[in-house]
């Protein structure tokens, strides 16, 4: 199987895995990459998904990784940008919005330790699906 095929459309399947979720939630989806909306930049960074609490006015973030894609330092600032994000506005304003990373099969002690050297693993707004 060729990789430069198989990585995109693992990733655009996590996004959708990580799009499902959200919405299993009970919260809309306002963009994503992969072929749908994209999503406006955090800082420098585009994030994969974003969605939205209506009722709490607070917004979510979702970045989809693959295996190959975790331990570099283009995700690590992405990780640091997303997982200290402050709602400034509406009824959440001042929490922190809740970072979710949805993660290829295999790589969850990769994920792990790339948190650790951040020193973001007890951070309660981030989630790992």
């Known amino acids: 199987m060729d990789s430069s095929i198989s990585i995109p459309d693992e990733h655009k399947g996590l996004v ?10 009970g ?21 994969d998904v974003r969605a939205r609490d209506v009722n709490q006015e607070l917004d979510y973030i979702g970045e989809a990784k693959t295996c190959g894609n975790i331990n570099n ?15 400034t506005s509406g009824k959440s304003i001042g929490k922190d919005v809740p970072f979710y990373i949805i993660i290829s099969k295999g790589c969850e002690s990769e994920l792990h330790q790339v948190l650790i050297e951040l020193g973001l693993e ?7 699906i």
């Open 27 to 47: 919260l809309i989806v306002t963009c994503a990459c992969s072929g749908y909306v994209d999503c406006e930049k955090v800082k420098i960074f585009e994030p």
């Open 122 to 128: 007890n951070r309660k707004n981030i989630h790992i």
């Open 16 to 25: 959708r895995k990580l799009m499902e979720h959200f919405e299993s939630m």
């Open 73 to 87: 330092q283009y995700t690590k600032q992405q990780f640091q940008e997303f997982a200290n994000k402050v709602m």
